[in-house]
């Protein structure tokens, strides 16, 4: 089947910092990869669509310069958290298409202290 | 913007129940998605359904895709400690791959 990493899986950084998570689809090219937010004890939450070779669409209320998103290859996309505050602390969930399906990654656990 | 509101919120239920957990939305779906989260892992598909009134297996787990096509349900038949998790349905935005996901229904199994 279709697998899906992230890295890290978790990771701490200081406030003020920026951090990039890397999404990639191991077996499979994806074109389109999706980059999801979930808090403690809520839902997934739909942060952008990442298009491979385009700029990314990002969803309402999700800042753009805040939460840079490069889909560099046909396997790999990156978010990158810029200036994190505690508040952006939470858990950060890709996924990728293939075929009719999403495959979700594993997930990156962000704490900002 | 389209909502998918899960119940029960959670449940706590003995090894060898029977389990069922539904799921509805204020607008229509082409597509109804099942999928399941363990602690500190993405989620995981389970089950998919594609047109009204459809009935469909994975091994205990069995979903219905709703005649009106707003809502969804899904059973678990003879819980075992591994079906310990968190339940989302999902299903795409008209005319294209975005997903939402319902709120999800968390599954505890009491010893």
């Given at each position: 089947g279709a697998v899906v990493s992230q890295h890290p899986s978790r990771v701490i950084c200081k406030s003020g910092t920026s951090v990039k998570i890397e999404c990639r689809s191991l077996d499979f090219q994806a074109t389109t990869m999706f980059w999801y937010r979930q808090f403690p004890k809520q839902s997934l939450m739909l942060m952008a669509t990442s298009n491979e070779g385009s700029k990314a669409t990002y969803e309402q209320g999700v800042e753009k310069d805040k939460f840079l998103i490069n889909?560099?290859?046909?396997t790999l996309s990156t978010l990158t958290v810029t200036?994190?505050?505690?508040?952006?602390s939470s858990f950060y969930i890709c996924s990728a298409r293939s075929r009719d399906e999403q495959f979700f990654g594993p997930g990156t656990r962000l704490t900002v202290l | 913007g389209q909502q998918l509101n899960q119940s029960p919120q959670s449940m706590f239920i003995q090894e060898g129940e029977d389990v069922s957990m539904n799921c509805t939305s204020s607008s229509i779906f082409n597509t109804w998605l099942w999928y399941k989260q363990e602690p500190g892992e993405g989620p995981v598909l389970l089950i998919a359904l594609y047109k009204a009134g459809e009935l469909t297996s994975n091994g205990r787990l069995t979903a219905q895709f709703g005649i009106t096509r707003k809502d969804s349900f899904l059973n678990i038949s003879a819980?075992?400690?591994?079906?310990?998790g968190i339940y989302f349905c999902a299903g795409p935005h008209f005319g294209n791959e975005k997903l939402t996901f319902g709120t999800g229904t968390r599954l505890t199994i009491i010893p």
């Open positions: 889909h560099a290859s046909l200036s994190a505050h505690p508040e952006d | 819980s075992i400690p591994s079906d310990v």
